[in-house]
């Protein structure tokens, strides 16, 4: 029998009942809702609301519900409507007309909008320590190639030299910026509703703060309409999440990339690869190709969120159950997708030489002569014209700007001295890039241990 079920004269179609259910997904909140209803029911007890006596039963048979399911002698009763049904019934069966005073002055409304506050901050919290963890990779990962020289890439074109600890850098500073955004959601989520009830709040005198500091809330919520119908925190959590796996599938692009042939830059820990069915020789990169695909899901998961809420009127609509698979879904795969990146990265192993030897072959010191030019007092338009000569003659006689004699340098341009050969050379290229946040071995290890400062700082909070 529904809990609601007294206004109504028809019993409910099964149909509907399956379609109205959340019991199999909201489940994964059963803790959270038990611990809410057992501050709730603390609060009752001390406010005079409920006896001290009817109270404490409560708190007490709903801390054996939690054992009981945790150990497995309690299952999820699949025709229950919801978690909360699941556990309110549970609840009477087990100590009578007691157990029906833990939903005064509550309703499912706030009572979801509750667990769905808690559960997301305790996710959000894993979340962050896997950000950490990968950070903490490509930190450690950058400090032994603060010196392997590679090419840089615009339009997938040979570009400028750097590094592959420049290149990792990069992200570095992607995956900071998503661990900042997970702590600015933290902090919307990090307020309670329950008290709202369904939407007007209620004439018992019950105590919201009690309740907030019983469960480790930073504020409650201001509005009783807004506090029920809010779910701006779960599509900030999403957003967060389609960043962090737009940029785990950029890097997942390049991984596949440098582990290709073509490229060779890197080579996969066998753990982390797959072969064919047919052809012997393959080694894929399946982790990073999921990771990749698995992102336009979580991008799912936020338009659903976003479609779902765009025309509620205030206050609670029954739309907003699908909240839930959507978050859940782009949690699970984000939390996944993380832990499989960062140890497959860790695991990679870095070719040099075959990235030493692709920036050898892309003219990408012409910048670099260029500006060899002009510190021999050329305007740089001129120098960069002279330079693209040398290019082309270069590729016409299968050269580089190395192998180029000084004679053929001259007969390009006379402003050319034994000195290019020092200013063209890959090291040198990388070594006088020094601006702030430039690919030289010093900044890339400021830049290192400006990551490794805010890890340490991150983990202290």
């Known amino acids: 029998m529904k809990m609601w079920e007294g206004r109504f004269s028809k019993a409910l179609n099964s149909r509907v009942n399956d379609f109205n259910s959340s019991i199999r997904f909201d489940c994964r909140m059963y803790r959270e ?38 150990s497995g002698v309690l299952s999820f009763d699949p025709e229950a409507e919801d978690i909360h049904m699941f556990v309110e019934s549970v609840l009477t069966e087990r100590i009578g007309d007691t157990g029906k005073r833990l939903h005064t002055s509550r309703s499912r409304n706030d009572q979801v909008a509750l667990d769905i506050h808690m559960y997301l901050k305790r996710e959000i919290l894993e979340l962050r320590a896997l950000v950490l963890r990968l950070l903490q990779t490509i930190a450690d ?47 919307h989520t990090d307020v309670m509703p329950l008290g709202s009830c369904a939407l007007a709040g209620t004439t018992y005198p019950i105590d919201r703060r009690m309740v907030a500091d019983l469960l480790g809330f930073a504020e409650i919520t201001e509005n009783s309409m ?65 990771v990749r695909g698995k992102t336009g899901r979580v991008y799912g998961d936020l338009t659903t969120l976003l479609t ?107 402003a050319f001295e034994q000195g290019v050969y020092a200013a063209i050379d890959m090291n040198t290229c990388v070594a006088n890039r020094t601006v702030y946040g430039g690919p030289c071995a010093a900044s890339v290890e400021r830049q290192i241990q400006s990551i490794r400062s805010f890890i340490e700082a991150e983990q202290t909070r």
């Not at 809410?36 to 109270?55: N, Y």
């Open 141 to 187: 990962k950058a400090q032994q190639h603060t010196d392997t020289v590679m090419p840089g890439y615009t339009h997938l074109q040979r570009a400028q030299p750097l590094t592959w600890g420049h290149y990792l850098m990069a992200y570095a500073q992607m995956f900071r910026r998503d661990l900042v955004r997970l702590n600015e959601v933290y902090e």
């Open 308 to 414: 779902m809420m765009k025309g509620l009127p205030l206050a609670y609509n029954k739309d907003m159950q699908e909240d839930k698979e959507a978050i859940f879904d782009a949690l699970d795969n984000t939390k996944m997708c993380l832990e499989l990146f960062e140890a497959m990265l860790r695991t990679c192993t870095a070719r040099p030489e075959q990235m030493r030897r692709a920036a050898a072959k892309g003219f990408i010191n012409a910048t670099d002569c260029a500006d060899y030019l002009v510190r021999r007092g050329l305007p740089f338009r001129t120098a960069y014209k002279i330079v693209g000569q040398l290019v082309a003659y270069c590729i016409a006689n299968d050269k580089t700007l190395e192998t180029l004699t000084l004679d053929e340098y001259h007969s390009i341009s006379d």
């Open 33 to 70: 809702d038990i611990t809410g209803s057992i501050a709730h029911a603390t609060m009752l007890g001390k406010c005079g609301i409920i006896e001290q006596s009817e109270a404490d039963l409560i708190c007490k048979t709903l801390g054996e519900i939690l054992a009981d399911i945790e």
């Open 226 to 290: 807004d506090g029920v119908s809010d779910r701006d925190f779960v599509i900030e959590l999403a957003s967060a999440l389609s960043l962090c796996m737009m940029h785990l599938s950029r890097f997942s692009e390049e991984m596949i990339l440098w582990c290709s042939s073509e490229f060779s830059f890197v080579e996969l820990d066998d753990a982390f690869s797959t072969g064919s069915s047919i052809m012997p020789q393959k080694k894929n990169p399946d982790i990073a190709e999921l």
